[in-house]
């Protein structure tokens, strides 16, 4: 069998030829057992080929597949929405669906516009929201994704995220020693953050966006593709007044850190902030196709019947996946779990941070965690980042960088992982980090 017709435009991390996959396992052809730290890029949270959500999948195929939502409501959506209903704060009560995140993405964007009147929405420097050509027009965590694609739309506007680690306030005071334990500090910093994101927001609204042309300012609770930064809390919370006090709507991009991915169900409950429209994808359905945005009803009800809708979403057998997924969440204590192997992962991965000065920072909550790798003078070290990930991969375990110099290896396991895989992994990187010189 060739790949040779597949396009060339997908960038391939490993050439595997996949058997089969259970658990935290990808199995290959050549009998080869490899420990996916991956999850299909933050999707099988509840592992593959969970038992239970395959037989939800068979189940609901051989009872009916498609059944396109303007002509039948199957029972599957139904109860997906109550599932949702139930591990969502209680005033996002009213749910859309689609296929992928970058749609859901664009749904929030079109429900902001037609709700406010205005035209205008904010992002953040290192957001990744998707790869249409207003998500494309979003995503600014790095040029690879925009490139050749120019002009993309207008009236978007990207402030600096609150990147501790990054911070150019911290640069110029603090050692990496320093800034790291201000990273690790965080979201809980005790209101010890120098608040230079929120002053360059505000500074935003006098110079680029006028607040009152602004629908949105759309965020990660958590920045994901643009490097796993976990920001102190007080920005989140900086972001909801200024909303408030200017009747823009927040929406929280959870499309990668939902669905107990950072050890709560969402990101949201670390800062207990409550976005106004929250976007989420990837965990939902474990694997199945599925994405979906939830807000309150009285925003929901202005927007106009018709002005938004596509032929699959939601699909019935990504919703009964998703149902199934949840049910797993919550019945096998997967966020629990994720909590705990994710603090197991960062104590491991700051004690080699002791060990090894090419690891700059650790940081993460839950099973969401990053090391970046940096050079003798501090610098971002990509050539080192791929040096890792290569031998790592070559010891079966893989792992994916990110961040805008892809100098950072996120670490997402799927949250079924177990204590002594984690400690498996932990060994395979600490004998990658020795090799590596
Ligand atoms: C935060 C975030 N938003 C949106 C997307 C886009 O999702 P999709 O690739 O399903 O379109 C991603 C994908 O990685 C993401 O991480």
């Not at 890029?41 to 195929?61: C, E, F, L, M, S």
């Not at 939502?69 to 591990?87: C, N, P, R, S, Y």
């Not at 938004?308 to 049910?327: C, D, E, R």
């Amino acid at each position: 069998m060739s790949k040779e017709n597949l396009a060339p435009v997908w960038s391939r991390a490993f050439d595997i030829d996949l058997d089969h996959a259970e658990g935290i396992y990808i199995h290959d052809t050549q009998g080869n057992r490899y420990m996916d730290f991956t999850s299909g890029i933050g999707v099988t949270n509840t592992g593959h080929a969970h038992p239970r959500v395959v037989k939800a999948i068979q189940d609901q195929a051989a009872n009916m597949i498609h059944g396109q939502i303007g002509v039948v409501t199957g029972k599957a959506v139904v109860e997906l929405t109550e599932q949702l209903k139930a591990v969502l704060p209680p005033a996002l009560d009213t749910y859309f669906f689609s296929n992928s995140g970058a749609e859901a993405v664009e749904a929030a964007v079109k429900l902001a516009k037609q709700a406010t009147g205005r035209t205008n929405i904010i992002v953040f420097e290192g957001s990744f929201h998707g790869r249409t050509h207003m998500t494309m027009a979003m995503t600014m965590s790095k040029y690879s994704y925009r490139v050749g694609y120019q002009p993309l739309p207008a009236g978007v506007f990207a402030a600096p995220y609150a990147n501790c680690f990054h911070c150019p306030v911290c640069q110029r005071t603090h050692t990496v020693e320093q800034r790291a334990a201000v990273s690790a500090s965080c979201p809980n910093d005790g209101g010890e953050c120098c608040g230079y994101a929120l002053d360059q927001l505000r500074l935003m609204f006098k110079t680029q966006t006028a607040p009152q042309e602004t629908a949105a300012i759309v965020v990660e609770p958590v920045l994901g593709e643009g490097g796993y930064v976990v920001p102190p809390s007080s920005f989140l919370k900086g972001l909801r007044s200024l909303c408030d006090e200017h009747g823009i709507l927040l929406v929280f991009d959870e499309v990668q850190t939902g669905f107990g991915r950072t050890g709560r169900f969402f990101a949201l409950e670390h800062s207990g902030v409550i976005p106004d429209i929250l976007i989420m994808a990837k965990g939902l359905a474990s694997g199945m196709p599925l994405s979906g945005i939830a807000s309150r009803r009285e925003i929901m009800k202005k927007w106009l019947p018709g002005s938004h809708g596509g032929t699959y979403g939601p699909n019935l057998v990504s919703a009964a996946a998703a149902v199934a997924t949840i049910k797993v969440m919550r019945e096998e204590k997967l966020i629990e779990n994720s909590a705990a192997r994710g603090a197991q992962l960062m104590a491991g991965l700051r004690k080699l941070q002791a060990e090894f000065k090419q690891i700059g920072d650790v940081r993460g909550l839950g099973c969401m965690v990053a090391t970046e790798f940096i050079d003798a003078q501090g610098k971002p070290d990509k050539a080192m980042t791929d040096k890792i990930v290569k031998l790592c991969a070559d010891h079966k375990l893989l792992l994916l960088t990110c961040g805008p110099y892809q100098n950072v290896i996120r670490w997402i396991p799927p949250l079924v992982v177990n204590a002594e895989q984690i400690d498996e992994a932990l060994r395979i990187f600490a004998a990658a980090l020795d090799a590596a010189g």
